[in-house]
């Protein structure tokens, strides 16, 4: 008789944060995340995407001049079980390459439109996070209380200023290096 298969001890898995980061970028799948070390798959919804498509219409044009890249790409979070996918961030184009993630505080702007199913995600961990990662500015569409948010001038503990909550319908003034007043009407 052989001997049986030994069971795997993955404690002894040299550096875990980037073994799971590493593991969910191979997950198949639309958008897969690691929030407060939970992986969740969240793929969009009809309403939600035309959101996101309105604003970066509104954008594109601010963004040709800024030479910036509007997208859906990773950001890693170092130092914690965090690994998001937000629904639109304005990166530089210099940043974007086919290596990987990059930081919260190489964006210019981020935006996460809320769901049924994660929207005190977007509200209250996203946030804290994106700040405490150094992201300069959040744009918080909530589909279910129909107001955009934003938030500025981040910090170890949060964002401290919010302009909004703004219902839809009312333009959000995007300070520079956008320079712009976002139409809502449409969300």
Not at 40 to 50: A, I, L, S, V
Not at 122 to 142: I, W
Request: charged residues 25%; proline residues 9%.
């Amino acid at each position: 008789m052989g001997a049986l298969p030994r069971e795997r001890d993955y404690h002894d898995v040299a550096d875990p944060e980037r073994a799971l980061k590493y593991a969910i970028q191979h997950i198949e799948g639309d958008r897969v995340e690691i929030i407060e070390g939970v992986i969740e798959q969240m793929p969009p919804t009809w309403g939600h995407e035309r959101a996101i498509t309105r604003i970066r219409r509104q954008l594109d044009p601010r963004l040709i001049e800024l030479d910036c890249e509007p997208g859906s790409g990773n950001l890693d979070l170092p130092g914690s079980a965090n690994w998001y996918v937000p629904d639109l961030a304005v990166v530089p184009s210099r940043l974007v390459d086919d290596g990987g993630a990059l930081l919260p505080d190489q964006t210019l702007l981020i935006v996460e439109v809320t769901s049924d199913s994660n929207g005190d995600t977007d509200r209250v961990v996203k946030r804290r996070r994106y700040a405490e990662y150094g992201a300069p500015l959040y744009l918080l569409v909530d589909r279910q209380e129909r107001a955009c948010t934003l938030y500025s001038v981040p910090g170890p503990l949060g964002y401290t200023r919010a302009d909004g909550p703004y219902p839809f319908g009312t333009a959000v003034q995007l300070p520079e290096p956008f320079g712009l007043a976002l139409e809502t009407g449409d969300f």
